[in-house]
């Protein structure tokens, strides 16, 4: 039992700090599989517990994986129709994963704590245009929806009885993935909010679907980063991070697929922003 007594002397945080841990994880789980971008929750509270930056992005990467199994697994109706275009999606994802990975591992520490602020602005530009981009979205669905109807007649029949899900998805679709899943290796923060945009705009497919297909490419991401962690960067993993945001973000997903929808977009934007932003005056005073 060497190694339990070990490892519970590796915690480090005190009772307040864990709980606060656990209370971001279950934040971000919730918005996460709502939406995305929980990793503006959960990265600031790490960082602001002492845990370096890079070895925060890695252990909240691991932690988010039960979460993100589990809104996976809330939203496997949605993907009715669309496993054929998920199993051509996950490549991309995987492969700009693994790229993202190993540029976090490979680049040196001091790059990501000047690259990070600048990740960190992108992701909250997101987060508060997130409604001027669903306008955006929603004007390309209904001309999806007309192409549908278009091609439905096309084809002799009536557009309710054509599947949107048979029509070819742009190419566009796969390499704009393939760049987000390079930015998720690297940088974890936001890249639901950035999948759910691309694939808004350009999946044959609703919301809804879209929003389960980007759950999935995301924990593939965060799949693929956890393994490349584990076999190169062991030794950067903090585990207490990882079991703490592991249970609260499981906790906080099934919370998101049940009752989330719930919740007032604006407080759900303002409490990631404020947050986001105490990161980036963080991370800046850091670098200077």
Request: aromatic letters at 10%; a neutral charge; one cysteine or more.
């Amino acid at each position: 039992m060497e190694w339990m007594s070990g490892l519970l002397e590796s915690f480090e945080f005190t009772w307040w700090q864990a709980g606060l841990i656990l209370v971001a994880g279950v934040w971000a789980g919730l918005i996460n599989t709502i939406v995305g971008s929980g990793t503006l929750v959960t990265f600031p509270v790490l960082v602001t517990m002492g845990v370096p930056p890079v070895t925060a992005t890695m252990s909240n990467a691991m932690g988010l994986i039960a979460g993100n199994l589990t809104g996976a697994w809330n939203y496997r109706a949605e993907l009715r129709g669309l496993r054929g275009t998920l199993l051509k999606l996950l490549p991309c994802s995987i492969v700009g994963g693994a790229i993202g990975a190993g540029l976090l591992m490979v680049l040196p520490e001091e790059v990501f704590s000047y690259v990070a602020p600048a990740l960190i602005v992108v992701a909250l530009f997101f987060v508060v245009f997130q409604p001027r981009l669903q306008g955006i979205v929603r004007q390309r669905k209904e001309a999806q929806a007309q192409e549908i109807a278009d091609a439905a007649r096309a084809h002799g029949e009536e557009p309710a009885q054509l599947d949107p899900n048979s029509l070819p998805q742009p190419s566009i679709l796969y390499v704009l993935v393939f760049i987000a899943g390079i930015y998720g290796g690297y940088f974890v923060a936001a890249q639901g909010v950035l999948l759910l945009g691309i694939l808004g705009v350009f999946l044959l497919a609703s919301m809804q679907s879209a929003n389960a297909v980007k759950i999935f490419l995301v924990a593939a991401v965060n799949i693929v980063a956890a393994v490349s962690y584990i076999l190169f960067s062991f030794e950067r993993i903090d585990w207490w991070v990882v079991v703490l945001i592991a249970i609260s973000s499981s906790v906080g997903s099934w919370l998101g697929a049940k009752v989330g929808r719930r919740l007032s977009p604006v407080a759900l934007r303002t409490v990631i922003v404020i947050l986001g932003l105490a990161a980036l005056a963080n991370m800046v005073r850091q670098v200077l």
